[in-house]
């Protein structure tokens, strides 16, 4: 499968790898085993610097009305740092931010994998219960 699933519970992170080309049904698939892992509240990184093509407006559609049905079931998802270098999955990326955004999910679009942990980090230390 070109979509690599990894769960780090002490981080509460998951980090999906996409290599070569990936379906609308994988990903699909990936975010309800992500609900089902209940880990659907975990930042996720996505690294799709090896990922072929991207996809349309339409999918990405599909797969924000997918994560709204299924926050209305779990709650809301964690945040989403999406990681792509060519100019065309960058785009794509920004498009699911944009689409994201209306369900408040906190998506993040990034050309490296360590400024994408740094964002996700800088989000749970934002979060974390200050101390006295």
Same mark, same amino acid.
């Not at 990936?30 to 880990?39: C, F, S």
């Given at each position: 499968?070109?979509?690599?699933?990894?769960?780090?519970?002490?981080?509460?992170?998951?980090?999906?790898?996409?290599?070569?080309?990936?379906?609308?049904?994988?990903?699909?698939?990936?975010?309800?085993?992500?609900?089902?892992?209940?880990?659907?509240?975990?930042?996720?990184?996505? =690294?799709? %610097?090896?990922?072929?093509?991207s996809? =349309?407006?339409?999918?990405?559609?599909?797969?924000?009305? %997918?994560?709204?049905?299924?926050?209305?079931?779990? !709650?809301?998802?964690g945040?989403?740092?999406?990681?792509?270098?060519?100019?065309?999955? $960058?785009?794509?990326?920004?498009?699911?931010?944009?689409?994201?955004?209306?369900?408040?999910? $906190?998506? !993040?679009?990034? %050309?490296?994998?360590?400024?994408?942990? %740094?964002?996700?980090?800088? $989000?749970?230390?934002?979060s974390?219960p200050?101390?006295?």
């Open positions: 499968m070109p979509l690599t699933y990894e769960r780090d519970d002490r981080c509460r992170r998951i980090t999906l790898t996409a290599v070569g080309t990936v379906t609308l049904e994988e990903s699909m698939t990936t975010l309800e085993r992500k609900a089902q892992d209940d880990a659907w509240d975990y930042a996720t990184v996505y =690294d799709g %610097r090896d990922r072929d093509g996809f =349309d407006a339409t999918e990405i559609v599909h797969l924000v009305s %997918r994560i709204v049905v299924l926050s209305k079931q779990y !709650g809301p998802a945040p989403l740092a999406i990681v792509r270098v060519e100019e065309a999955g $960058l785009g794509t990326g920004r498009m699911f931010e944009i689409f994201s955004s209306e369900s408040g999910r $906190l998506v !993040g679009v990034f %050309r490296t994998v360590p400024d994408a942990e %740094r964002w996700l980090d800088g $989000l749970a230390d934002a974390a200050q101390k006295a």
